[in-house]
């Protein structure tokens, strides 16, 4: 668990001792043609091979969902681990040793109790498996539910015996501090004894996306009168409720597969689905989603079903995640079926194959927003209210056009015009802007535009380009991301001469910038090669159309002066010229194209 000093000799041996080829065969069977060797994508869901691996230039990608990058970023992807915990399981395989970061004592600190925590947690997880081996009445009751082995050994499944002091006796046997196991909320403490908080209970362990156990949940064998059917683990050194999606462990894969992701309430929802074969599911474990948990799934999906249970709590539950989930540009759709009937239910009453027929099909949550909020209005001031609610609602939705869209069904079902619900919208657009710092990460990818790939492509093709970028000052009229990567690859080609690219994805990585790999491998293993063309010409105009850009933002600036009166006669000439400066550059322009 300590942290792993990540330097660029270490990747490049790693690289050397493994193959992109041999390493990405474990999960996709490739096949050979010419130089590369192709094969279905284990990112989306595919029939004809788009996924391509380059053996030369040590990359892969996907020309189906421009997923690309190294060796390193593929593990990471299927794995779903971050940097440095795929640096260190790649070190392992190919037998590099791995040099440790020297930390602080208290950082040390808490990665130990971190670990020690953790380990706790995994001896007791062992402990309810072998319980569960030897109770009939337990195996009974999950095989009654369908879970079958497989499944119990996928999610150990496991049994908390019925004595008051079983588990605490085993922490004693072992040498386990029963301080450390009372602060994870395994036992509890009264008058120096520790007793058992889990009892005659069938034990769902909680792991995280990296499969560490870091809570428990617990449901009664049999329903009875104010003992309560669920407990769950506190929150603890090492569990925040909100920061884990169950089950994605073992259903991420399938998530990315079938590109959306069903979201339950509980653990038992999730089983229900998972045994019939819907595995592309999680849990969020009974609370509204939180940043934490959009998060996580969007490393996965942009879309997901919410299937509550169909009663007014679920309906308010999926309605609490919408507004968080619209934000961070989810497709949300929404699946309630007949009163009360929550997912193990419509497993045994609907059956598998129609349940994914109503699940595939199920409607966007937004429209249910709508529908419901106007379908009893009895006075004017229902009306306002329900007006501002769904219109807070859909001012959380990035895409302006898909917001326009839903303003006009609001329109047509409250009788308002347009203007009238646009005055309304700016209201929660000027606090959204209050509230929300930048997160300029979200959705980065959906801004990049054919000519930035066109520039870097053009550049990774002749990396000597970029010595004109700043030699002419042309480094202004650029984005601020191309300009910095622009500026990496000069440096790098100014200390040696030559442009590796294993460093270069390195870069990416260590500065979060992930996505720049996608558009590096596209560009390495497209077919549009500049091979023949006039690349110092196709360079230049993507140049003049960068100034020009640049000109006609200046334009409209100098514009709306003009327009509301503040022009001073310097705005005025300098409008005059910024406007024969646009003329000049696209007559240039012309020249290029
Ligand atoms: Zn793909």
Redesign the pocket.
Known sequence: LTPVKITNDLIEEIKLKLDIVDVISEWVSLKKTGANYKGC????N?KTP??VVSPDKQIFH??????GGDLISFVEKIENLNFPETVTKLAEKAGVEIKRVNYDPKTIEKISKQKEFLDINTKTRDFFINNLKKNLKSLNYLSSRKIDEKIINDFYIGYAREEWESLSDYFKKENISLSKASELGLVKEKNGRYYDTFRKRIIFPILDHRSNTVAFGARVLENKKDVPKYINSKDSFIYTKGDVLYGLHKTANKIREKEYAIVVEGYTDLLSLYQVGIKNVVATLGTAFTEKQTLLLKRYTNKVVLFYDSDSSGIKASKRSLELLLKKGFDVRGLFLEEGMDPDEAVKLIGKNELIEKIEKSCSLVYKVIVDSFSDIKNPSDLASSIDYVVSVLSNIPNELEQKQWLNEVCIRSGFSIQDLSKVLKKYKNKEVKNTGNNKSINFLDKINDLDKKLIKIVLFKNELCFKVFDQEWEKFLPNYIRDLFFEIKQELQKTNKLSLSDLLLKCKKNDLNWLENIISEALMGKDTYEGLDIEKEFQGCILKYKIKLLEKQKNSNLSKIKNNIATDKTLREHQAVVEEINKTKKLLSVFE
Do not use: A, M, V
């Open positions: 994508c284990p990112f989306h595919e788009s996924f996907c020309f189906g969902c421009n997923t």
